[in-house]
């Protein structure tokens, strides 16, 4: 299986079966392997996870599939037949971890639901990653970050303008699901650890998203005010906490909320009339919008960043993927490096967030191709070469 040697160890010798696709369950379990568990990603035959294929493509496999699958061994194994299921149930004795992203009832339909198989091992930590959970109303309804955010109320706050702005990032799939996931796996853990049974986990990312709105939820009850774009200190009432475009046409983001960096950006940008009064009452907010829209416009990005360096201000020039992948202190935070692939080739990924022991891993082993571990997986097993070899013909793996 694939050497996670690079990686962290904190988690060496948690095994975890992965089979998830897409992106909130193999950014868990890379999070996961990326702590040195070992973990294996079980695939259909033939297309695997649906992010293989998706555009742009490196080497003939999507980079999207690359930047989520790394440190993980790949085995291809048909759960749709009786042979597919017993061969996963026989694995499973050696796995701490199972990991599925399906709609609540298709682990049901295959044999392998969580009733299933913890009743052949009891301390199985189980954990299911979907939209909704697994009950409630909603539990069957399909849905992707974007309708996830639009249903928890995440969208209609995200942005001042007439049109709620789609998020650049997979909010819901990664920190509503993927992380909250993580976290609960490592609890789960810790008390098997203990001696303790196993446990069912149900990840929802709309309920992920929903524990993260305390502030906007404490808005509206104490209030009773619909959270909108432009009505709460976060998200565009505030002139000191605001986005505003620059000679150059590019936007650079205030977020001055308090006194000291008001009192400070004020000063440096030698407006002292600006400062009488609180600057946050609400009263003010317009003619503090179009004087600071004024003022921001008078100079370019490069001259704002000179001019604020160092200041204490809380002000940034809103960064391009070029620019961050550039920058020192991500650079210095080992958060960019080049990944080698099969071909000679190298695809930029993103580190792991955490730093331990004050260093990062250096190396990862680069995604897995479809079924490349199954053979060795097999041979684990006790198969010999021509039972694989029928497996292979039946579709089986």
């Keep these: 299986m694939t050497n996670n040697s690079n990686a962290y160890d904190l988690l060496e010798g948690l095994k975890v079966l992965d089979l998830t696709r897409l992106l909130p369950g193999p950014f868990c379990s890379m999070v996961l ?11 259909a035959p033939g297309e695997g996870d649906y992010l293989r294929g998706w555009e742009p493509l490196v080497n003939g496999v999507s980079a999207f ?13 048909n759960l749709k037949t009786a042979k597919g299921q017993e061969l996963f149930k026989k694995l499973l004795l050696e796995y701490d971890v199972v990991l599925e992203s399906f709609r609540p009832g298709v682990m049901e339909r295959l044999g392998c639901s969580y009733k299933e198989l913890a009743a052949i091992k009891p301390n199985l930590i189980y954990c299911s ?4 959970g697994q009950s409630g109303p909603q539990a069957l ?5 974007l309708n996830y955010m639009a249903e928890t109320g995440v969208l209609n706050t995200t942005s001042s303008r007439e049109i709620p702005a789609l998020s650049g990032i997979q909010v819901a799939d990664v920190a509503g699901g993927a992380l909250y996931a993580v976290s609960a796996v490592l609890a789960a853990y810790v008390k098997v650890l203990k001696g303790g049974k196993g446990s069912f986990l149900d990840i929802s990312m709309t309920d992920g998203l929903v524990s993260m709105l305390p502030l906007l939820s404490a808005y509206h009850y104490s209030l009773g005010l619909e959270p909108k774009p432009d009505t709460t200190i976060f998200n565009g009432q505030l002139a000191c906490y605001h986005i505003y475009r620059t000679k150059d046409n590019r936007e650079i983001a205030l977020g001055a909320l308090e006194k000291k960096f008001w009192d400070n950006f004020c000063q440096v940008i030698e407006r002292d009339d600006l400062l009488e009064g609180n600057h946050q009452e609400l009263e003010r907010q317009d003619y503090l919008k179009s004087e600071l829209a004024m003022i921001f416009a008078s100079s370019s990005a490069t001259q704002w960043e000179e001019l604020l360096r160092d200041r204490d201000t809380c002000c940034e020039v809103l960064k391009t993927m070029t620019e961050v992948q550039a920058a020192p202190h991500f650079n210095d935070r080992k958060m960019f490096y080049e990944m080698p692939l099969a071909n000679g080739e190298t695809l930029m990924q993103t580190n792991t967030a955490v730093m331990i022991n004050e260093a990062k891993p250096t190396q990862h082993n680069p995604a897995p191709g479809l079924g490349q571990h199954t053979d060795e997986i097999l041979s684990g097993l006790g198969l010999g070469m021509d039972e694989i070899a029928d497996l292979r013909q039946s579709n089986i793996i």
Excluded at 68 to 77: E, G, H
């Design 33 to 43: 392997a990326d702590y040195g568990a070992d973990v294996l990603k079980i695939e």
């Design 141 to 145: 309804k399909a849905g992707h970050d």
């Design 129 to 132: 990653i979907s939209g909704y």
């Design 65 to 77: 599939f690359h930047a989520v699958n790394r440190n993980k061994s790949s085995m291809t194994l």
